[in-house]
Every structure is written in structure tokens, then in C-alpha cells.
């Protein structure tokens, strides 16, 4: 029908879905950024993140880590295959 509005119908591809959040690591923490999942109660930032984001965040060690109580990691290291998931030997 011409005037409605149907974006609602046609849903963002899952590649494209942001479900990780970013947010500065606390001091006791060696990684400067946490990534957190979207309804994390830790989670306090603004910047969200694909899940192909969060990967190439969470690849290097010193730029971020994993929530320890949300635990992204377990979503995460389905998301891509064995062979391509980081640490993968």
C-alpha cells in the first residue's frame, strides 16, 4: 500500500546485526576495550558491533577482551568456522 511504512517486514541479514557492545575495560583488566553482549548489565557503551567486529576486536589480546559475565565467547566462537575462528591452530 503506497504511505506505510514496511522496513519492519524486511529484517537486517544477520551479518549485519549489531549484538556485541564496546566499552572501556576497567583498570584490572590489561585490554583497553570489553566486549559485551547487547543486554549485558556490565555493558555501559555506546558502540556496537557485529559479530565480525567483535572477532577482529577480541583478535588482539591488548585492544580487548571478553566479559566475564556475559561471556560473548561462547556465541562467538560458532559464529565462524573451526579453521577460521582466532585461535584456531
Not at 547487547?38 to 580487548?64: F, K, M, V
Not at 577482551?65 to 556465541?75: D, I, L, Q, S
Amino acid at each position: 500500500m503506497a504511505g506505510q511504512n514496511y522496513r519492519a517486514l524486511d529484517p537486517i541479514p544477520p551479518a549485519e546485526r549489531r549484538r556485541w557492545r564496546l566499552n572501556n575495560a576497567p583498570q584490572r583488566v590489561r585490554a583497553e576495550f570489553l566486549v559485551h553482549r547487547l543486554d549485558c548489565a556490565q555493558a555501559s557503551g555506546d558502540h556496537l558491533l557485529t559479530d565480525q567486529e567483535a572477532l577482529r576486536t577480541l583478535a588482539d589480546p591488548e585492544a580487548a577482551a571478553c566479559c566475564e559475565v556475559c561471556c560473548p565467547e561462547t556465541v562467538l566462537r560458532h559464529v565462524l568456522p573451526e579453521a577460521e575462528a582466532p585461535g584456531s591452530p
